[in-house]
């Protein structure tokens, strides 16, 4: 693979970026790889993996001379950044972003940016529980879907050497509408999230069942729910604060559904729950055949009993 871009910027050091750097490196995607974060332990972490090249104290100077730069913070803080690196972009350069919403990042960060430089927004659908710098891997992205959400108007050339880099860390790539990016990430991953995070936060509630039962017997579906939902909670409050309008609507056809199956089970209506599990269970052999799963029993776990 050759370099696609001289200098990249990675604005926040964490699992997306962290990442972004190994595979970047592995693949020799840049000429030359510059970072910084926010805190002074992330940055020293970050330097003592040798994340990137260069390490820098402030975003202003990561961004100086560089022809890509990735905001890779929570959704929430993507505007106070691009006022920060505004004044110091290069001219012609790209600015892109990883944020896990597109319609209110852009709307956040767009009005901040000069006429000279490329916005071209991205959202890798690649991710772990895990956070911050220590977690990132080269491999997150390969066969992960990233989808580009050009703003109109956007040459196409800017477009494909991201595209270029997205494929050269081992993503499959797409372009989408923003709005319909919200709206499909509100179904696959935001309102997924919400019911995980909820049934994990029941289970803490209902005092019938000990804690330690919860633990003890969870591999019968519970422990894929807790996995999810030791997600980082600053990112996915900023989901949900910038991606509500998609996810309330999803969360509203979710509960209509619950309440049909609530109702099958109080009546006894045993051919509406399996039609319902066959419906679903070919989604899943979807997934599966999408080369996006695994098809090993318990998720591909070791066989191991917990
Ligand atoms: P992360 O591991 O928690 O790292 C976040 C980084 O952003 C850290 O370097 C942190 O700096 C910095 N940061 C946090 N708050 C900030 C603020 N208010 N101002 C400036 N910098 C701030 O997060 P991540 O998982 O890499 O996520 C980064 C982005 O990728 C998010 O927008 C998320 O929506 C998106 N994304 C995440 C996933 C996933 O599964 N994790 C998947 C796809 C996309 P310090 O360490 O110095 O605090």
Avoid at 24 to 44: D, F, P, W, Y
Avoid at 112 to 118: D, F, G, S, T, Y
Avoid at 238 to 266: C, M, Y
Wanted: proline share 5%.
């Amino acid at each position: 693979m050759s370099q696609v871009y001289e200098r990249v910027a990675l604005i926040g050091l964490g699992l997306i970026a962290g990442s972004m750097a190994l595979a970047m490196r592995r693949a020799g995607l840049a000429g030359e790889i510059v970072g910084t974060a926010r805190s002074a332990e992330t940055r020293a972490i970050a330097g003592e993996l040798g994340l990137c090249d260069r390490i820098t104290e402030t975003s202003a100077e990561a961004v100086k001379g560089a022809d890509l730069v990735v905001l890779c913070v929570p959704v929430g803080a993507m505007g106070a950044v691009a006022a920060e690196i505004a004044p110091h972009l290069a001219p012609g350069c790209t600015v892109s972003d990883v944020g896990s919403v597109k319609k209110a990042v852009i709307d956040a960060v767009g009005p901040h940016l000069p006429e000279h430089v490329h916005f071209v927004p991205a959202h890798p659908l690649a991710g772990t529980e895990h956070s911050g710098p220590r977690s990132g891997f080269a491999e997150l992205f390969e066969n992960r879907w990233c989808l580009i959400v050009p703003a109109e108007g956007t040459p196409e050339a800017p477009v494909a050497r991201l595209r270029a880099l997205w494929e050269g860390m081992g993503a499959l790539v797409d372009t989408m509408e923003a709005e319909h990016h919200d709206l499909v990430l509100a179904v696959t991953s935001h309102t997924p999230h919400l019911i995980a995070y909820t049934m994990v936060g029941v289970a803490d509630d209902l005092r019938r069942v000990t804690d330690s039962e919860v633990i003890k017997y969870s591999a019968a579906g519970f422990r894929d729910f807790t996995r999810i939902a030791a997600s980082d909670p600053t990112m996915w409050r900023d989901v949900f604060l910038n991606n509500k309008e998609a996810t309330l609507e999803i969360l509203g056809r979710f509960t209509e559904e619950l309440f049909a199956l609530q109702r099958a089970i109080r009546k006894g209506d045993g051919a509406h729950l399996f039609d319902y599990f066959t419906r679903t269970r070919a989604i899943r052999r979807g997934i599966i055949q999408a080369g996006q799963d695994t098809d090993a029993p318990d998720f591909g776990r070791s066989g191991k009993k917990t």
